[in-house]
């Protein structure tokens, strides 16, 4: 942890990096630096290197060790047990759902778990750390070796996804801290603890990627992961999850550089452009003769760079030691439960491994093979949260096609929600309203034109049915066939020229055009089909 | 008889309405008054006192006492969490504290009607062995103004070097066996961590017992090795030792450490069989410095028991004579570590300092704490370094392991208690005890005591005899990890035979003419 002031004129400035494209880091995992000399290029291309810490906030009623509350945004300092405030005297006590969730963590990340885990104490100064020591998971931690399997597109190509895996050192349960709070003008400082013990997972990857992009997929994996299994709320904006990367490059064949860790990201996006911000810094240093230094950085989301952050004299040291007041972490299995045991007291991984929802990465394959879909358009029903739900809960209640409904979904929902800044559970529209509308156009009773007209309607939340809309709005297709040649010839007569070149060429271009104008005439409310047909057989004529 | 005998009769008294909790309460209190020279407590609750016995008067009259314990006048160690009453440690570092909550075992004294009389003195942070080095100053042993004292040793020259001949009380829980031994209350809490309990015990001429690790609650006592310590209990008698642990033993929710298994209290014979027992001797225990008094008492309490028939062997606990420097390095590790929080930012002393925060630490610690504690914490920081830890810390738990196993093997053999002295010698006289400094001071003194604490076996220490110089000496028993009911019903049997001197205090017994003369019916006085 570092102090989280950035010394003010320290890096950063005055120095202009290009951007890499995460398209070019990729080639080969090689990266050649903008301005080599051709003498050197062949020699000086280099391999970034990125592992990732993730400290996950576990979602839990009350702190790791303490019964005091976990709520976001509550009155500073107002859930702050005496065991928070590290009142003498005070012991930590195990919270079980936190050992139930980081188990649960462990098992979706392919991780074998510890039977007998080991807590420590990790000690600093400072003011959000009322006990003067973190108890973390140094030793032992309850998970190791396990792996994260994750998708990304290739050239921002959705069609062409490639899919990675990095490899999982561990998860450690540890505290999470207070959050201090400087106030410069008074020079003074303020201390909140509400956050101080809430359950942390810290997930510490292997340095098995290679660049922003990689980073950011793969921490947004690990984020629908977490939700899925509601280990985690996940959300980085929260601080719930927080991401710092370790970054380093080197030449092909030696041994991986001097890395820098970056700190303070704060949503995905941002970590992955301060991970190629990073890669390409340090590659620029070493090129123009440079040394890294193995120090923290913190990016700067304004100015799109990492600055060095003032590290609280030289390295410190931990003083790592046992943590005398709790016995060591003891998990079960259906093997290893002991017969007499209160199964209250105890956490059976084998009962919560039978318990693992559906994780991500097997949705998305069971909804490509249930309904037909792409796969890329199973990541997005994915990525918002409730999406794939009400999408197949549309499919629940229409005779449309999947492969149709998609559509709807992707182009008409999600975009209206993301317009509108809405989740999915605050949509105005129901999955069961969708699939009603679906309907209508389904059995031809609208057109897809006024399916949008109803939509349109509908978004204002005023109760309405599709069907009701339909009338009042008289969106209903024209079934008469009369009526609809008359509207037909009355276009033809008013567009001669157009008829004209109909008539020579049998343009489609031209035909189209006639079709839309019907449509117009009739706001929609004719069959296309139907006008096409009717056009092409008066023009035939 | 009254006092001797503890406060089972006291409890009779009190259920027959002899005496009511208030008058007993109000006797105390002014005991407390009339010996504060010795400086036993560092606070005394007297107002909270007079409410908690008025409250045990209600329930006696009633006819609805909550038990043997209710209306016994109380006192505790001030490391040991006290809602409303200041809690200091004896360290500028919290004077003035006042804690929000009960340590588990108050709380459950006080559930059981007890009156906390108030709190008593130590060495800061419960770091030494003299109870001398608190900001409270020494604790003096009540045995130096007793006749017994008096006569065996006579001042050695002029009035005004009496005053330097009182002794220390040995520590660091010194202010609950001084309360204990001068009758101002009938059971104290004090603290062991490394025979904080036993030690002053044994100074004092009273019980002192150390449960098994994990058997009682630590929540609430302010720790100086999390790993080690266990609230000691400190009474005139084994049998009173045995209510109060069975009052206090059992799982705590709030400590993590404390068995699962729910504990049965007992009750101790009267008529003991000790024929059957093994005694073992260790001979380690014929430490250095071991005065030929003590070794000869020692002999002879195993002869005691040879001679009621007991198998007596003697045993070997050969890393016994590692445990001191193993003891350092442990302690001054979790004292690092522990001290920590004292910060001056959530509670207690801070100091007057707004350059920096880690200037405004730097001068609280520095202020708050004396040089005993900084010592430990400077030293405790030094094993912990990285490049250290595997050096001293691992070394020193493997070292802790191998005396626990030291005595698992020697129970293994079939011996069921071990017999040791508790302390070297006697107690010393304060002004020969300061010309060493707390750390040489604590090393002699915990050599006895020490071990029991490295392998959480319950042990206690038994007032048996007066030494050449009128003061008391204890031996101590060791027994199975929690077989303390073993351990108390021999301690209980080796009590009776040693019929060991009750106190004579002058101070003690104008008090009780005074407050007791009209009190015909009281024939027990």
Known sequence: ?541 | MLRSMGFRLVSAALKEGRVTPTELCQRCLSLIKSTSFLNAYVTVAEETALKQAEESEKRYRRGQPLGVLDGIPIAVKDNFNTAGIETTCASNMLKGYISPYNATVVQKLLDQGAVLLGKTNLDEFAMGSGSTDGIFGPVRNPWSYSRQYKEKTPPKSSSENEESDWVITGGSSGGSAAAVSSFTCFVALGSDTGGSTRNPAAHCGVVGLKPTYGLISRHGLIPLVNSMDVPGILTRCVDDAAVVLGSLAGHDPKDATTIQDTFKPFELPNLIDVRKLCIGIPKEYHAPGLSSEILALWSKAADLFKDAGAKVIEVSLPHTRYSIVCYHVLCTAEVASNMARFDGLEYGHRADMNKSTESMYAATRREGFNDVVRGRILSGNYFLLKQNYENYFIKAQKVRRLIANDFVKVFGSGVDILLTPTTLSDAVPYMEFIKEDNRTRSAQDDILTQAANMAGLPAISIPTALSKRGLPVGLQFIGHSFQEKQLLTVAKWFEKQVKFPMIQLEEVKRHDCSVFQHQKSVSFL
């Not at chain 1, 913190?298 to 943590?323: A, N, V």
């Not at chain 1, 999408?391 to 975009?415: C, R």
């Not at chain 1, 070149?501 to 409310?525: D, E, F, S, W």
Request: proline share 5%.
């Open chain 1, 1 to 541: 942890r570092a102090a989280p002031h950035p010394a003010p004129g320290e890096g950063g400035e005055g120095r202009a990096y290009g951007w890499l494209r995460a398209s070019t880091l990729r080639s080969g995992n090689a990266v050649h630096p903008p301005f080599a000399s051709p003498a050197t290029a062949a020699l000086a291309s280099w391999v970034p290197v990125v592992g990732l810490e993730i400290h996950v906030q576990i979602s839990s009623n009350s702190k790791l060790f303490s019964g005091s509350q976990v709520q976001f945004a509550a009155p500073p300092n107002s859930l702050v047990s005496f065991f928070d405030a590290s009142l003498p005297g005070t012991l930590p006590v195990l919270n079980r759902r936190c050992v139930e969730a980081a188990v649960m963590t462990g098992l979706a990340l392919n991780c074998s778990i510890n039977k007998k885990s080991l807590f420590d104490r990790k000690h600093y100064f400072y003011a959000d750390l009322p006990a003067g020591y973190q108890i973390t998971q140094q030793r032992v931690p309850i998970a190791v070796n396990g792996s994260l399997s994750y998708s990304l597109c290739i050239d921002n190509k959705m069609s062409q996804m490639v899919t990675k895996t990095v490899r999982i050192k561990q998860i450690q349960l540890e505290q999470d801290s207070g959050k201090s709070l400087h106030d410069d003008a008074r020079s003074q400082t303020l201390v909140d603890l509400n956050r101080a013990g809430v359950g942390l997972m810290e997930v510490v990857t292997e340095p098995d990627m290679c660049c922003g992009e990689e980073a950011a997929a793969a921490v947004r994996e690990l984020q629908l992961i977490l939700q899925t299994l509601g280990s985690s709320q996940a959300i980085m904006a929260e601080g719930q999850l927080r991401v710092d990367a370790n970054v380093s490059v080197h030449h092909p064949g030696e041994p991986y550089g001097v890395r820098t860790e970056v700190k303070n990201i704060n949503s995905v996006r941002f970590l992955a452009k301060a991970v190629d911000y990073e890669i390409q810094r340090q590659i620029e240093e070493l090129e123009n003769g440079g040394t890294i230094l193995n120090e923290t950085r913190s990016f700067d989301s304004k100015l799109g760079c990492t600055i060095p952050m003032r590290d609280k004299e030289g390295k410190q040291d931990y003083r790592f030691m046992p943590e005398p007041n709790l016995p060591p972490l003891i998990l079960y299995d259906a093997k290893s439960l002991p017969v007499n045991m209160n199964h209250q007291q105890v956490v059976n991984i084998d009962w919560i491994r039978e318990r693992l929802p559906d994780l991500p990465s097997v949705k998305r394959a069971k909804l490509v093979e249930l309904y037909g879909i792409l796969p890329e358009h199973s990541f997005t029903l994915l990525n918002e949260d409730g999406l794939a739900e009400y999408f197949e809960n549309v499919i629940k209640q229409t005779q449309m096609k999947p492969k149709k409904v998609i559509g709807w979904i992707l182009n008409d929902l999600l975009s209206y929600l993301k317009q509108h800044a809405l989740t999915v559970k605050d949509s105005p529209v129901s999955s069961f309203l969708l699939a009603d509308l679906l309907n209508l156009l389904e059995r031809r009773e609208i057109s897809s034109s006024a399916a949008k007209q109803v939509l349109e309607e509908l978004w204002k939340g005023e109760g309405k049915t599709p069907l009701k809309i339909v009338k009042e709005k008289k969106l209903e297709l024209i079934q008469d066939q009369k009526e609809l040649e008359q509207i037909c010839q009355s276009v033809i007569d008013r567009q001669e020229d157009e008829v004209i070149m109909m008539v020579l060429g049998r343009n489609q271009k031209v035909l189209n055009k006639l079709i839309g104008l019907v449509q117009r005439a009739t706001r929609g409310r004719s069959n296309p089909v139907l006008v096409k047909q009717i056009l092409e057989k008066k023009l035939s004529e």
